[in-house]
């Protein structure tokens, strides 16, 4: 079967399939599977039930839920490859961030509304999009891809995730050539990319203390430092005046990256008019190579709860994402022996660990990247743009012991120009989903007829 062929067979099978894609995804938007800790857990597990439901209808066999340990199911089912094929594991998550009318939606984060060729609802892109994806790419198989399958959507990757131990735990059941997690994007619609590398993400929280207690600003302002004036004088050199981090030690990823467009950042990071970008190099060296580190937290009183005092304690919370190669530990140290050495004063500097993941890099030597590759240009009539991802996935660690030969194929439906993931107002393009499904469908094919030509 030539490519041309299947690629005409596979578009014409998704456009008929499209209106139920549509459908179903706006179904599977109704439920809050938010899974973090502290929200309800019926939508959540309805959910899992509803993603099962889907797979289901579109044909796929045995379909189940495994239980996680500790955490919300995955879903999960098999097709066995045909004799001499390989196998793909797809990845996709069922589980959300929290969204709430009030932060900013134009409509009801939990009724999909579709308008302008997009379909908003919390989970849209991410990772809704990525269920029919893999749903829709298999049901053009009629349930029958050419090549072997396993499905697994989890339900806890936006949280805590029970999932890293299951799969230490039972590596043989992740085993596999390649995995496709159907969980990232394209810079802008219609310009296909694969993402080959992704920062990792380390946090601590600093806590700084001065007095002991909360003194009169009048009686004693003046000659005892106030806490929060300490700390903010030490987040202030976590950077310096270009907006480029400062801190001494920290590594690069030395590997180039192509460049991001700034009118398409500006635009898509909802950068106010006259704002400044920050840093300097490249924007794919900022975005993707490089270490950015932000405050995402401070402990002060509120402006509502301000009286003239000196204050006494103050805390932060400090997050910061590396470059994909780097050693997570090594630069956490780095980031706290760094925020103790600049305390000004001698006050009182505490520090505790919260987060280290690594970042990742895909092989792209392997035959499911060059596939990868030619189904993506096929689909979208374009070039395939290599890109990094500023974000991480500490599974794809795990994913990568228990297969250590596996490659890596990372795509997805969602746009960073307008999807809005983990924002409010979220949106999937529908072209984007359509050309993503002709992509992973004709990804199958390529894999499979792989195997028959050699
Ligand atoms: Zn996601």
Redesign the pocket.
Known sequence: MKTEETSDEIRSKTRVLMPGVLEKLKNLIRYPSVAFPGYPSEPVTAMAAATAALLREYGLPAVRLIDIPGGYPAVYCEIPAPPGAPTVMMYA?YDVQPARKEDGWETDPWTAVEKDGRIYGRGAA??KS?IVMIAASLAVFDGKPPMGVKVLIEGE??TNSHLDAFVAAHPAFFRCDLFIIA?MGNLSVGDPSLTTSLRGEVSCIVEVSTLKSPVHSGTFGGAAPDALIALMQMLATLHDANGDVAVPGLMTYSHGNPEYPADLYRESVGLLEGVDLTGTGSLGARLWSKPSVTVIGIDAPSINASANILIPRAGAKISMRIAPDADPRCELQILMDHIRAVAPWNVRVGMQEVSSSSGFICPTAGPGFAAACRALETAFEKPVLEKGSGGSIPLLHVLHNAAPDAEFILWGAADSAASC?HGTNESVDIGELERSIVAQSLFLSLMGNRRQNE
Request: proline share 0%.
């Open positions: 998550h991410d990772d990525g990757e936006e969980d993931i």
